[in-house]
């Protein structure tokens, strides 16, 4: 079965400093896709970036950049020049090609301080 | 209006009601689903609609029942909930097929008492 795993519960960081969130996932398909989700406290889950398997170019959305290591079944969020908007929980998604379905990380509580 | 929109934001509840929650997209999706999301937990699916027929089912137990009249209108009916039933109720819709993102609703709360 397919899992995902972040193994930090809660980070914090100055406004302005770069962060990275960690996602590890373990599966046997070799063709999938990955997101990272944020829930601000308003608690809409809004995409921040995703990631297709077979591409090997890392994702980029403005400030937001994955690494993307599919032999080690790895995919961290970078988060450039943190803004205070930014603070929010991040979860982050496997979907696998056979059937569509999400499949959720815990999640990472980010904090943003001023 | 736009985007997947949840009803009612807040519900409270007791174990012997009855309640409906409801959630519309606006997106022409063809899928749409309902997440229990309880604290420090993954999102759990619970229920897939694609193309209004139900593919999934993931052992949700039957005080939970869900209806999806059409591709843009989804129900969650409730029934003699439990207090651990007490959580955010998320609502989505995709493409289906497309390895997509999902858009989500706001969510409801709900408190069993």
């Known amino acids: 079965a397919q899992t995902v795993t972040q193994s930090q519960p809660e980070m914090s960081v100055q406004e302005a400093e770069t962060v990275t969130l960690s996602c590890t996932y373990d599966t046997s398909e070799s063709n999938y896709y990955l997101f990272w989700y944020k829930q601000p406290p308003s608690r809409q889950m809004i995409l921040v970036i995703r990631q297709e398997a077979y591409k090997q170019q890392n994702a980029t959305e403005n400030r937001f950049s994955v690494n993307f290591q599919k032999a080690a079944k790895s995919f961290s969020l970078k988060i450039s020049d943190s803004q205070l908007g930014d603070t929010a929980m991040y979860f982050c998604a496997f979907m696998k090609q056979s059937n569509y379905q999400l499949i959720w990380g815990a999640g990472t509580k980010l904090i943003i301080k001023p | 209006e736009t985007g997947v929109t949840q009803t009612p934001r807040h519900l409270v509840m007791g174990m012997t009601n009855k309640k409906s929650l409801k959630c519309e997209q606006h997106?022409?999706?063809?899928?749409m689903y309902w997440y229990k999301q309880s604290a420090k937990k993954p999102l759990e699916l619970m229920f897939v609609?694609?193309?209004?027929?139900q593919t999934e089912n993931n052992s949700v137990p039957s005080r939970f029942s869900p209806e999806c009249p059409n591709s843009s209108h989804l129900f969650l009916h409730l029934h003699t909930l439990q207090p651990e039933d007490s959580a955010l109720y998320l609502c989505?819709?995709?493409?289906w097929g497309r390895g997509t993102e999902a858009f989500f609703g706001q969510g409801t709360r709900l408190t069993v008492v």
């Open positions: 989505a819709s995709s493409q």
């Open positions: 997106l022409g999706h063809n899928a």
């Open positions: 609609y694609n193309f209004k027929e």
